[in-house]
Every structure is written in C-alpha cells, then in structure tokens.
C-alpha cells in the first residue's frame, strides 16, 4: 500500500451561504493517480479548489506530508510542492507562452534562467509550446492552451498536481497526447488527484478512484475494479463507462 501524500478528513466548505462540501474524506496515495469522478454539481472542483486554498475550509482538516494546510495561503500550499491547473486554464492571454512559463517557475524571472534539461522534456510532452514560444498565449488552439496549462503546472518539480478536467473540449488526438504526458509524470512518480469526465482518460491513468456525490465521497477503490463493474458504474455515476470511451 502506497503512502499517503494528502489526505482529507471530515471537511466541509461553504460559498457564502451554500454548503457544498459535506465532510469530504480523501485520500491520495503517493505516486499514484487518483482519479475524482461525480456527477456535474457533486463537489469535485470545489474539494481541489478547497485543497488549494483558494476557499477555505469551514471544518475538518486537510495534511499534505502530514502536515496540516488548511487555512493556509495558497501561495504558501503552492510552496510545499502542489500545483493546480483549473477547469479555467488560468493562462495570462495577452502574454507569450515564454512568458506563461517564467511566471509559473518560482526559481525564475526570466526565461534564461528555467531549467534548460527540464524545457527541452517539456517540449518533448508538448512540441507545439516550443514552436509557439513566442506567440501570445491567447492565440493558441484550445488543446495547446490545455498543454501551457499543464506545462505551467510542471515547469518545476511538484510533488502533487491538482488537475481539473483537461480533456474538456478536446479533440480525441489531443486527449491522447495529454495521456501519454501525464503518463510519463506518474512513471516519474508525480502524485496527481485528476477531475475528469473523459473515461478513455479516467481509465487509461486512473490507479485508484473517489467518487463523490452531493458533496461527500461516496465511494473509494481501485479505478480497476470500479471499470469492470457496470452495476456500481451505474449506481454512482448513472452511467456505464464502457458507454464512454
């Protein structure tokens, strides 16, 4: 059994008056990928969110390396090795991706001083950053502005990548460019907790699943045995994932 990297016990989060998160339980065993999965609404964009500081947790606790981060400042979460690529890309438009770069890498404040072993494996997961290092970020097609997202999240060595739904929109040889990326992280031994609805991806990378509903996880196990089990595909997700691919 893998050790845990972070875990999540009894937390709950509120937006102003609603109260979506309902006494989360998570954990995410290092050096794998967990893959979260639910229904649209279930929660799972806020527990990253949640994770990441960007809203607080009203109760329960959240350890990374046992440690407890709750309540912490998201740059201070960002600083013990986590990174998060939202649903949103959070990509600086009117900058070139050169410059996306550089302001994702705490060690640099100009592209001369990034990694240079580290740029070129980058550009060997996504080929069209390096071809279009110069270009605004903003003129980008939709799969190379998830692969900047991506590659700002990995610009340096995180220990935990937060990643939510990268496939969204995209077209199948892009899904698959960005599974055979976020393979080679895990064959690194990134640790990565993955939103997505794109099953193809879910079971390709997927060591272990939660899946949650109505705010809470609802169910943990192998990603494996969850795929060859169409009756409880159904009772969590409505859906058989086979259907899916």
Partial sequence: MSDELLQLSGVH???GAYHILHGVDLHVPEGQV????????????TTLRTIMGLWRASRGEIRFRGQPIQGRATPDIAQQGIAYVPESMGLFTDLTVQENM???????RRASELDTLRLEWIFGLFPALQKFWLHPAGKLSGGQKQMLAVARAI??????????EPSKGLA?????KLIG???ELKAQRTTILLVEQNFQ??????????VM???RVVHRGAMAELAADEALQQRLLGLSLGTHQ
């Fill in 13 to 15: 989060t509120h937006i």
């Fill in 34 to 45: 967990t893959m979260l999965l639910g229904r649209n609404g279930a929660g799972k964009t």
């Fill in 102 to 108: 550089v302001l994702a890498a705490r060690g640099a």
């Fill in 155 to 164: 610009v340096e060595p995180r220990a935990l990548l937060l990643i939510d």
């Fill in 172 to 176: 199948p040889s892009i899904v698959l």
């Fill in 181 to 183: 990326a976020l393979r």
């Fill in 201 to 210: 991806m879910a079971l390709a990378l997927g060591d272990s699943v939660a």
């Fill in 213 to 215: 509903d109505d705010g």
